[in-house]
């Protein structure tokens, strides 16, 4: 099976800060990547899908870039409601695995 | 509304059996793939198995296959997962989750959980 390897594993920037995770899958996937992320104790909410589309309602400041195996979220200007943990997700078959979460917070 | 609304969770001893449920609204139920996915206390997402919109074509992740069943009824717009053989290590927050109609859709719908603990 595809493993989904992100990095880092937590973070902390300022507020206004270009903040970048990144998702590397063990074998390419083509586009199917998404990225979602999800508040303490809520619902995850996705971001982004095929890698770099924009899910509707979400902010322009998110970003999502790569193919084959290497990923990358942007946040242009982290804003105090982007604290989170974010997971990238491939979903081109199945087991569609979830990397194991970047925890963000605000330093 | 676009809505899916999960039950049939609780408390369940080790090696015993539960179904869950996920009641969806709002949309052509029909038309989707569902899934569930599923997190631990503290932990990450875990992708736990999926369903084609006609049940064609089902998946597993290798925790629970051979434990677990995912169905749907369509006819009740209604998404199943049949837990066997409970164990421990299945204790986490079910959620359901709907897969987007085109090629590079993503799982864009997701209900607020169900909880299973396992446990004597």
């Known amino acids: 099976d595809i493993q989904m390897t992100q990095s880092p594993s937590s973070l902390s920037a300022s507020v206004g800060d270009r903040v970048t995770i990144t998702c590397r899958a063990s074998?390419?996937?083509?586009?199917?990547l998404a990225w979602y992320q999800q508040k303490p104790g809520k619902v995850p909410k996705l971001l982004i899908y095929?890698?770099?589309t924009l899910q509707s309602g979400v902010p322009s400041r998110f970003s999502g870039s790569g193919s084959g195996t290497d990923f990358t979220l942007t946040i242009s200007s982290l804003q105090p409601e982007d604290v989170a943990t974010y997971y990238c997700?491939?979903?081109?078959?199945?087991?569609?695995?979830f990397g194991q979460g970047t925890k963000l917070e605000i330093k | 509304e676009v809505q899916l609304v999960e039950s049939g969770g609780g408390l369940v001893q080790p090696g015993r059996s539960l179904r869950l449920s996920c009641a969806a609204s709002?949309?052509?139920?029909?038309?989707?793939?569902m899934h569930w996915v599923r997190q631990a206390p503290g932990k990450g997402l875990e992708w736990v198995s999926g369903?084609?919109?006609?049940?064609?074509?089902?998946g597993y992740a290798d925790s629970v296959k051979g434990r677990f069943t995912i169905s749907r009824d369509n006819a009740k717009n209604s998404l199943y997962l049949q837990m066997n053989s409970l164990r421990a290590e299945d204790t986490a927050l079910y959620y359901c989750?709907?897969?987007?109609?085109?090629?590079?859709?993503?799982?864009?719908?997701w209900g607020q959980g169900t909880m299973v603990t396992v446990s004597s």
């Open positions: 095929a890698a770099s």
């Open positions: 074998q390419g996937i083509s586009n199917y």
């Open positions: 709002g949309f052509t139920f029909d038309d989707y793939a």
């Open positions: 989750a709907r897969r987007g109609l085109y090629r590079y859709s993503a799982f864009d719908i």
């Open positions: 369903i084609s919109w006609n049940s064609g074509s089902t």
């Open positions: 997700q491939k979903y081109n078959s199945a087991p569609h695995s």
